[in-house]
């Protein structure tokens, strides 16, 4: 679909996630590209740096480590004595050993022990949070990942079967039935797109626009989820999260 749109001489190519950005990486060099839910552009090859990308992309990054560790200190804060935290990750994606790295990081500095977990698939999954259970993990945190996002309800369901508080990373994934979520805004994010776009075809070039990082973070509670969990919320948290679901 990538050669498709390169041959067709388009303008400018947009790409959503993880998952699509590389083709366009790899199909050319010449049409601008913007990008939106890339978590490591200067890994992944997009841009060179964030604030000079270089080349011929740019675009938005939903990921930083100040998200990750706030992530777990708020998930620290909710439940009493945590201590062993799971991270889920799909392998075959480039940005696995960077969420790995981030979160190991994190979770060290905040006096907690961070377990990495893979799931390639939908048939994965189930017994990737049964050996979460069996290795006796007391949370479970999800970044953005395009498995995780397309089966956000099934997971919601399967982690709070085995009693396994659940943080992700948006609001869309917070909805399907997590217990938290801190993370960006993904719809301001996706707003934020056609700028990116109108620069470009008004002369702007790519490698000159930087690469812009989260600035509307949400904190979402879901007070039924910590019930369910026998979770009982701070009430310093239920105050400063954005958005509390009763």
Known sequence: MTAELVALKVDVLVTVGT???PYARDATTSIPVVFIFVPDPVG???VDTLGRPGRNMTGLSQFGADIVLK???FLK???PGLSRVALLVNPNTEVASLY????DTAAAGLGLRNHTFEARSLDELGRAFDAMVKAG???VTINGEGLAYQQRAYVATVTLARRLPLAVWSRETFEAGALMSYGADQVA????GPVFVDKILKGAKPGDLPVEQPTKLEFLI???IATALGLTIPQIMLIRADEVIQ
Do not use: E, G, P
């Open 189 to 192: 994010m996706c707003r934020r």
């Open 71 to 73: 992530r777990l200190q």
């Open 222 to 224: 879901n007070r039924k």
């Open 137 to 139: 993990m007391q949370a």
């Open 77 to 79: 804060d909710m439940i």
């Open 19 to 21: 998952q699509t950005a």
């Open 100 to 103: 790995k790295r981030v979160t």
């Open 44 to 46: 992944s090859k997009f």
